[in-house]
């Protein structure tokens, strides 16, 4: 098997036990050509979802390939439907990091408006002169404002839930139904997505990123949102059209972002939007603590060697694949 990052334990001790394993042990990512280079005649593959899992790679590893695993809850860095076609299972971490992404989203949602990081930067700057000022780093109120949430599914929810605790209305948009139990829970009233710009003082974005959310939000979404309003990112940061973001922000057709995904990760040195002071920047951490990543270090192992083991995977990307339809043969390991 091949995995293409160091991860924390339990996975690598708990898969050495049972596979023959290929590590790049190095922090950077794994080039293009390596991937295609390793992944050959491997029955296994746990990657991150830096690496792109497309149909070259997946014709490359041959017919010996039986399991994908991806540590990460996103599957949009693999070629599902291919993977399907070929009797590939691809499995995920499912909703490990719910709680951790939702924490770091309100995290974001303070820094952004309270002026956080901009404060903490004067004290240790030594630009704080003359102790309480009353019209120092005046920011917004998040208490009693408007949160829109642009896909209420697992993280949009736990993000709601924080939401109900600061007294905020909640509006959603995203799926193709009602979430009744955050209705009644929460108290979350679902608008059309115009409805949701106009509507929200903070927009938090929660969908997965696929052919209709890629640059969902441009130009023609910015300008219908309010000018006092601030828009959240934990998700994919290709749902935004960053260049668009970047004209919104100088216009000031919005107050401010707070970002934990970027287009392209890292970003560029000279994007702009590193220079902007109404701009919480963050590196792609949402799932970032210890506990959150060993578990999803554990479900990434269990599922693939569930999967080589002729057993139902704990969170599967493509479930349309019947455990008979599996093209395994024989069993991999005891």
Same mark, same amino acid.
């Given at each position: 098997m091949y995995i293409t990052r160091p991860i924390l334990d339990p996975a690598i001790p708990m898969l050495? $036990?049972?596979?023959? &394993?290929?590590?790049?042990? +190095?922090? +950077?990512?794994?080039?293009? *050509?390596? &991937?295609?280079?390793?992944?050959?005649? $491997?029955?296994? &593959?746990?990657?991150?979802?830096?690496? *792109?899992?497309? %149909?070259?790679? /997946?014709? =490359? %590893?041959?017919?010996?390939?039986?399991? /994908?695993?991806?540590?990460? =809850?996103?599957?949009?860095?693999i070629d599902v439907a291919y993977a399907t076609k070929r009797g590939i299972k691809v499995t995920t971490t499912g909703d490990i990091l719910t709680?951790?992404?939702?924490?770091? =989203?309100?995290?974001? &949602?303070?820094?952004?408006?309270?002026? @956080?990081?901009?404060?903490?930067?004067?004290?240790?700057g030594k630009r704080w002169k003359y102790g309480w000022d009353p019209n120092l780093l005046l920011g917004s109120d998040v208490h009693g404002m408007t949160i829109g949430i642009l896909g209420m599914g697992r @993280?949009?929810?736990?993000?709601?839930?924080?939401? +109900?605790?600061?007294?905020?209305? @909640?509006i959603y948009n995203g799926g193709r139904s009602r979430n009744i139990m955050m209705e009644k829970e929460v108290g979350a009233k679902r608008v059309n997505l115009d409805g949701l710009l106009v509507k929200s003082d903070f927009l938090s974005l929660h969908c997965s990123l696929n052919k209709e959310s890629y640059h969902l939000i441009d130009n023609s979404c910015l300008m219908k949102m309010k000018s006092s309003a601030y828009l959240i990112n934990t998700a994919r940061g290709q749902i935004i059209c960053e260049k668009d973001l970047i004209s919104a922000l100088? *216009?000031?057709?919005? %107050? !401010?972002?707070?970002l934990d995904v970027f287009e392209k990760e890292p970003p560029s040195s000279h994007n702009p939007l590193l220079r902007m *002071?109404?701009?919480?920047?963050?590196?792609? /951490? !949402?799932? %970032? =603590?210890?506990?959150t990543r060993r578990n999803m270090a554990d479900v990434a192992a269990r599922n693939l060697l569930n999967v080589l083991n002729m057993k139902c995977a704990i969170y599967s990307a493509n479930p349309e694949m019947s455990d008979q339809s599996r093209r395994i043969g024989t069993q991999i390991w005891k």
């Open positions: 050495s $036990k049972h596979c023959v &394993i290929s590590l790049n042990s +190095k922090a +950077k990512p794994p080039s293009r *050509k390596e &991937i295609l280079k390793e992944v050959q005649n $491997k029955d296994a &593959i746990l990657c991150t979802l830096s690496d *792109k899992i497309d %149909a070259e790679v /997946i014709d =490359t %590893a041959g017919s010996s390939l039986k399991v /994908i695993s991806s540590y990460s =809850t996103g599957v949009d860095h709680e951790s992404v939702a924490d770091l =989203t309100f995290g974001l &949602i303070l820094c952004v408006s309270r002026l @956080i990081t901009q404060g903490h930067e004067l004290v240790i @993280i949009g929810s736990a993000v709601s839930r924080r939401a +109900k605790g600061f007294d905020m209305d @909640i100088r *216009k000031r057709w919005i %107050a !401010g972002v707070g *002071k109404n701009v919480v920047q963050l590196p792609h /951490i !949402g799932s %970032a =603590t210890v506990l």
